[in-house]
């Protein structure tokens, strides 16, 4: 077992972390829980303190460090359902389903009404494609709580079914405990559509994007709609800034060149379809490599496969997500830590690219590649001299590399 020792952190603020214990239980897409305190809780800031930062290594996809510090806060206290909680978050992130399923449980042995624990197992079974199961989840959870978002599980569940009725009810039910929950909305909008009412899926949609205005999801949702209702000019207010903040969204291009289209722009509705049909393309081996993680969620291979699939269309966020998984099942992998540093390099954080290039120079010290890559990646950051040493160590390698000798050349220097 590795066990990290938390940050330091002084007396003082032990009380700001009291208060930022809600952090614990920021879930990850669909999954929903609340904090709850507990007697032997309250006077346990080591814990808190491994589990919020174990939180926070989850929130940046630090796999291996937030299971560690989740193995260090059990030490302290190993009956502590919050920390069995963490856990089962992290093993659902990795598709680890059976081991994310022993730590919930481990959690409701020790605290039988905890929040949250039946609503995350659903939205595993969900993500299983095991329907049945995961709406008998999701009644478990509405058993311990009337709240929106194991309703709205439960609509998205019975959608998959093709139970339009209940997905509704279930909806409607969500909507019924919070009227400003936008996810039901939205996914009353898409049911909506799907049952080929427009006006109706527009005025749902119209409402989630109300309550979150940011979403570029329910964005998208409305503007689709706007099209399919022949409000092409309408449409594009909202699609477009869709299609500049997600450039590999095809639905959304395509959606564009119906709009112009509909407005007599031919030539850049046919620009906005070549588009879409290029996206299409790579969203369908995406879709197949998704599968294939799916399938056999163990292989490292097919996660780092589905990150280059991911980082080659944009998606730099899932791309990374793939990336740390592959290289959680294989720590010591070069490839993922080249394709890591890569990506790192693609958005602008050059630290964390120079770190991985580092890691794999220590066990593979002759590798040119990665030496002139990581002579790019400080020259980038302004350190011309690492840049020089990184470049002078491929010479000493290989004395007539051209890419070295060219890029000493543009920065003043000869060998």
Not at 1 to 7: Q, Y
Not at 311 to 321: E, S, T
Request: hydrophobic fraction near 40%; aromatic fraction near 10%; charge should be neutral.
């Amino acid at each position: 077992m590795i066990l990290i020792k938390p940050s330091s952190i002084p007396g003082r603020l032990v009380s700001a972390f009291f208060a930022l214990i809600a952090l614990v239980i920021l879930l990850i897409t669909w999954d929903c829980g609340e904090r709850q305190v507990s007697s032997q809780d309250e006077f346990d800031p080591v814990v808190r303190r491994f589990l919020i930062e174990g939180t926070n290594a989850l929130k940046g996809l630090e796999f291996d460090r937030a299971l560690a510090l989740v193995d260090s806060a059990e030490k302290y206290k190993p009956n502590n359902a919050d920390l069995h909680f963490l856990r089962g978050r992290i093993y659902s992130e990795l598709i680890r389903w059976d081991a994310a399923e022993i730590s919930y449980r481990k959690a409701l042995d020790l605290r039988p009404d905890y929040r949250g624990v039946w609503n995350n197992l659903g939205n595993n079974e969900y993500r299983k494609q095991d329907y049945n199961k995961a709406i008998t989840y999701y009644e478990k959870e509405l058993e311990r709580s009337q709240v929106a978002i194991p309703w709205t599980g439960m609509g998205r569940t019975y959608s998959q079914l093709g139970n339009n009725d209940s997905a509704m009810y279930a909806f409607e039910q969500a909507i019924a405990i919070d009227s400003a929950y936008a996810p039901a909305y939205f996914n009353m909008a898409l049911l909506e559509e799907k049952e080929g009412n427009p006006e109706a899926a527009f005025e749902r949609a119209h409402r989630a994007l109300s309550l979150a205005p940011n979403n570029l999801d329910y964005r998208y949702q409305v503007g689709a709609i706007l099209v399919k209702m022949g409000r092409a000019e309408e449409a594009l207010q909202y699609l477009e800034p869709v299609a500049e903040a997600r450039s590999w969204h095809h639905a959304t291009y395509y959606n564009l060149g119906q709009a112009y289209m509909r407005l007599g722009r031919e030539e850049k509705a046919q620009e906005y379809m070549d588009r879409a049909e290029y996206l299409r393309a790579q969203d369908a081996k995406i879709t197949h490599l998704e599968t294939s993680v799916l399938v056999t969620p163990r292989s490292y291979a097919n996660h780092a496969a589905l990150g280059v699939a991911l980082r080659r269309v944009g998606r730099y966020n899932d791309a990374l997500h793939a990336y740390m998984t592959g290289l959680h099942i294989d720590p010591q992998n070069p490839e993922i830590m080249n394709n890591l540093a890569s990506l790192h390099m693609i958005r602008g954080d050059t630290t964390l690219a120079i770190k991985y290039y580092r890691t794999i120079l220590m066990s593979d010290p002759f590798s040119v590649d990665v030496w002139l890559n990581l002579g790019v990646v400080y020259a980038l950051s302004g350190d011309v001299e690492q840049a020089e040493a990184a470049w002078q160590t491929v010479l000493r390698i290989n004395p007539d590399n051209q890419r070295a000798l060219t890029y000493l050349k543009k920065i003043g220097k000869q060998p």
